[in-house]
Each structure stands twice: as C-alpha cells, then as structure tokens.
C-alpha cells in the first residue's frame, strides 16, 4: 500500500502538480498545549533522562488503567494487567512474535490494516482472511470460519473503530467474539487506536468491556489519534495478564522503553479534564461532512464513516481500486490509497482520510468535480 503512496507521489511531483494529500491518515492538527506542556516540563528532569522501566512507568500506567475505567468501565490490574508501549505498530509485531510459532494460523479482517498479516508472517505463521462485507456492517461472521482453521487459530486481529470503513462494532458482537475466542482457546488482539474518534453515534465500547474478555483478549490505545501525538510513539496494551505478561518478556529485547518526557505528556493526556477529543471530534466531524457532501456532488458514491478519519468511495463500475485511484491522482490532483491496499475485500473502494484542512479538503472536492470521473 504504501510502496504505492510513495510511487504516485513521486510520479506527481516530479510533473510539477503536488496532489492534494488525502491518502496517509497522519494527523495534520497540533498536539494539545497542555500535552505538549507536560512534556517540557518533564525534559528537564535529569532522572528521566535515564533508560525508562520497560514495563513503563507506574504512573502512567496507572493513568491507563484509570482511562480504561472511566471511559469503558473496565477495571484493570497496573501491575500485571497494563503495558506501556511505544505506540500502536510495534507493539502489535511484538505481540505476534510472543504468541506465535511457525504454521500456527493467524485470523486477519479483511479489509484491514496490512501490517496484521505482515507481522504474521515474519513469524512464519498463515494468515487466513475473514471476509467483512458491508452488508453485515462490516463485522465479522464467525459462524462461516471453518471449524478446522479455527482449531489452529492463536490470533485473532480486530480493529474497531474500523480503518479503512470507518465502521464500528456493537457490544454484542464482542460478547459473540468472546465466545469463540474461549471456546477455541484464541487470543483476540484488538487494535482501538481510533476509539476516540466518532460521529453521530455512542462512543464505541471496548472489547474488554464484555464478559470474559479479560481473560482471550488484549487491547492497544494509542494517543497519536485522539490527542495528535504521533510522532512520539506511547500508547498501552491493556488484557490478559498471561498476554501482558508475554508482550513484556518480548518488548524487554526489543525496545529500550519510552522517553520518560514523553510518558509524562501521555499522562496528561490520559488524565485530561479539558474536553480536548470532543473538540477534535467535532473538527473531524465538519471535514467529513464538507467531503463526503462534495464526493456526492461530484456523482461519487461515499460510505460515510461513524468514525476514524477515513471515507470509502466505491469505484465507478468496471473501474479497479487501483485504477480509479491512479485516475484521482493523475486526472484529479488528489492521492488516495486503493482499496487493495488492506486485502483483497478492499477492491472496488479507494480510501480517502480528512487529516487536511477545510482549505484543502473543498480544493480537493472541486479538483474532483473539475475530472468528471464518473
């Protein structure tokens, strides 16, 4: 997917017509000043200028797991329950080499994001694609996974609020996941790095909110989303112990731990009394309005999203993921990311994100509307 970004966007440049960047979700906002704040309080202490626990600070583990309560009700062990990462990605190529063996099955969303199977198989483990169709609103059936691929299962991935559809998952569908997860002894990894991120709809529950869920499931919260820190890598995991536990064991030789400055900026985030993601919702939510009012000007049919960044468009008929995103770029002066990119059940959409802002957004709208694509 990305190779793709990077190939398009040369192409671009290198014509002299920079395309309107609509394709990496990379938060275009600042951090919050309070955020931003802490952590230049926090760089001038020599003590955190040391190699930080690898476990992360007790504090901000604590915050955590205070988070976790008062936005899921979900209660949670600091100790053995809690992991401080370096954000999303790596953590989650940890976890794959904590949990898996070479040939064990990995079960990956599909469409979702790509490094899910990627981590699998560095590890040597298959991947197996579970099918999300828009007609079941994007979740998966776990019904249709064959009993035998089920057996061999260790991982499952997740991840709602869902990139690329935008969909998020109801509370009874985990109660239905954590049945299965325990019936086939299945560690269910749920990445919710857009769980603050919402339109017009209840805030999405966690996975570890249903029963049973602490004991087949770990999760990861990242603040590059919810708080625009992306650049700084802290986030947690938070699940079964068994699961922390071996997370740790794995992460104790792989990262050197996070910059103590920069677990003091996390705290303040997840500490936070000033409201700071419903402002960010809101802003969010007006971009999403202004791009999708204009995509559905231009004649484009739009999935409109209940959170994350992203909005899907359908590709006109006959047109591949790849093709009417190498139209957007070269006839439009917009990039996009095809489909594809997040598996096979990503062709016939191209993902469009609003990490620009309303200037570039309506010059984005009106260079569509000037191609005729459809």
């Not at 469409?111 to 991947?127: I, L, N, Q």
Request: aromatic share 8%; charged share 25%; proline share 9%.
């Amino acid at each position: 997917m990305f190779s793709f970004i990077d190939r398009e966007q040369d192409l671009a440049e290198r014509t002299g017509h920079p395309p309107v960047p609509l394709d990496v979700d990379d938060c275009d906002l600042p951090t919050p000043p309070h955020v931003v704040e802490a952590m230049r309080r926090a760089e001038r202490e020599p003590a955190l200028h040391r190699h930080p626990l690898h476990q992360g600070a007790s504090l901000l583990r604590e915050a955590a797991s205070g988070f976790l309560a008062r936005r899921f009700g979900v209660a949670t062990d600091p100790e053995t329950e809690v992991l401080v990462t370096p954000g999303g990605r790596e953590s989650m190529a940890h976890l794959a080499l904590a949990r898996l063996d070479w040939d064990d099955v990995v079960l990956v969303p599909d469409p979702a994001p790509p490094s899910y199977a990627t981590w699998a198989r560095f590890c040597g483990a298959e991947v197996v694609r579970v099918p999300l169709r828009e007609e079941n609103g994007f979740l998966p059936d776990l019904d249709a996974i064959p009993a035998d691929v089920a057996r061999r299962a260790k991982l499952f991935w997740i991840c709602y609020p869902h990139d690329p559809t935008g969909a998020v998952a109801p509370r009874a569908f985990y109660d239905e996941l954590v049945r299965f997860a325990l019936r086939h002894d299945i560690l269910v990894a749920s990445d919710a790095a857009y769980s603050e991120i919402y339109y017009d709809t209840e805030p999405p529950p966690s996975f570890l909110e249903s029963p049973g869920a602490m004991a087949c499931g770990i999760e990861f919260h990242s603040l590059s989303k919810a708080y625009n820190i992306p650049g700084a890598g802290v986030g947690f995991a938070a699940g079964d112990p068994q699961a922390v536990g071996a997370l740790r064991a794995v992460k104790t030789h792989m990262d050197p731990g996070t910059f103590g400055a920069v677990q003091h900026a996390a705290m303040a985030a997840f500490t936070d009394t000033t409201g700071y993601p419903d402002r960010l919702r809101a802003t969010f939510r007006a971009r999403v309005k202004l791009l999708c009012d204009g995509l559905e000007e231009a004649g484009l049919e739009v999935l409109r999203p209940r959170a994350t960044f992203h909005t899907l468009v359908r590709t006109p008929a006959g047109t591949t993921s790849e093709r009417f995103a190498d139209e957007l770029l070269r006839r439009a002066g917009v990039s996009s990311v095809p489909g594809t990119g997040f598996g096979p059940g990503g062709e016939g959409y191209v993902r469009l994100t609003v990490c620009a802002d309303t200037e570039r957004l309506t010059e984005a709208v009106r260079r569509i509307k000037a191609a005729r694509l459809v």
